[in-house]
């Protein structure tokens, strides 16, 4: 079995996981899924066999995916309450957690395809080969993420003015106009 697409080293990751606050500290937002990506994401250049970095590859996905998903929820929470839309369907395509990514971090959206791909790869039995799978794109997904998108773990979001066009679901662009 080739291994060819595991042959490469990450990015190291160097923003540091806490921040000072008044007499005290700040953590990150996801400080679960961030400490279990970033021990694989670490471990990954010491690892033996393909087994095992297919599996750092793994874990690097999912605790990576589930970050993303914790963090856009929260900044799509914040987002709906500062925006009046009556529609659930509507507000959630328009201000869901899939619109902030693609809006505010659309490179993360496009590396985040390469975590979905392996994951949803390795869930599937029938799934032997893993050549097709960018395992250098779930790492890079990782560090976008922590490093380059660090001050959104800190509760610092990007400006939204300006970046979320108005989208109506399909009952509402049914009706007739107001």
Known sequence: ????????????????????????????????????????????????????????????????????????????????????????????????????RANLFPRLAELRTHANKLIHHLDDPSQEEVASLNIEGVFAYCHHLFEENDDALFGIFPDPAGKFPVVRCKACRALPPA
């Open 1 to 100: 079995m080739s291994s060819g697409n595991f042959d490469f080293a990450p990015k190291p990751i160097t923003k540091v996981g806490i921040r000072p606050r008044g007499a005290g500290v700040l953590l990150p937002i996801p400080k679960f899924q961030r400490i279990a990506a970033l021990r694989a994401y670490a471990d990954f250049g010491k690892a033996g066999d393909f087994m095992q970095k297919m599996s750092l590859g793994y874990v690097v996905a999912i605790a990576t995916r589930s970050a993303d998903i914790m963090l856009m929820s929260i900044i799509s929470n914040a987002l709906t309450t500062k925006v009046q839309i009556d529609c659930l369907k509507c507000r959630d395509l328009g201000l869901g957690p899939n619109a902030v």
